[in-house]
């Protein structure tokens, strides 16, 4: 079993660490002029976080039928350790995220060249090609995170943002811990996580993403300074750092929420 929860987490670390480089992906778009073509790679990167995703579901599952069976397995400390992987996950991109600027630019520049995805996969892909990224690597200086003050970036949207990431972190692990505890309901609860999720997702197409395109389509009409992106793109990602921490104690209240309702559904 904890060969499941390494591997768990692991893919964890993986599915936040892509979703928040995504960020640096749409900077660079941003940055060369070219968002169009930086989202067509952004949808490529998150099919990555997708793809663990699934293989992530029935190994969790797997751990729930096991705490069944064993009264004194910890099935909460196993999910804190879950979201502690995701904290680490965002952590790591944001510590690479201006190594993925000068990546995703690069990758901007040759997708425009090869016309289609997998021909650009096809000629990244190789150790040559591997050993130059080396000359992109770039960590984060103290100068760039001076610039990170909140001032000019609604605070509104980074608390959103924040509690989203929070409610989608612990949507699907509230679920399956519901499903443990209620054992008669084990199948509503579980099922329930798609309801929360949607329920996180609708909030952050309604609430943060527009906000967002606004002040990147100012940007690109020149409105918008490029600072000033750089710096909501950083506390956005700050906040879904912080998110993921929050989800840490959204766990349990989110469980008991879940086991509250779900008898009535």
Known sequence: MIEKVLIIS?????????????????????????????????????????????????M?????????????????????????????????????????????????SRLEETGSLPRLLRESVSIRKLKVVRRHVQMPSWAMLSRLRIGGVPKRLLILNMLVTGIYTVGVLAALYASFLLPEYSVTASQSSGLINGVATILMTILVDPQVALMTDRAMSGNESLAQINKMYGLLMFSRFFGTVLAQVLLVPGTYLITAVVPFW
């Open 60 to 108: 969790m599952g797997k751990i729930v039928d096991y705490a069944k069976l064993h009264a004194e397995y910890s099935l909460e400390a196993q999910l804190h350790i879950f979201i502690a992987a995701a904290s680490l996950g965002t952590l790591f991109a944001i510590v690479f995220i201006p190594t993925a600027i000068r990546l995703s630019v690069s990758l901007i």
């Open 10 to 58: 692991i893919l964890t670390f993986i599915i936040h660490a892509v979703e928040t480089l995504s960020y640096g992906i749409r900077l660079a778009g941003v940055r060369t002029g070219k968002l169009a073509v930086a989202l067509s790679l952004t949808g490529m990167i998150v099919l990555v976080s997708r793809t663990s995703n699934l293989a992530q579901a029935p």
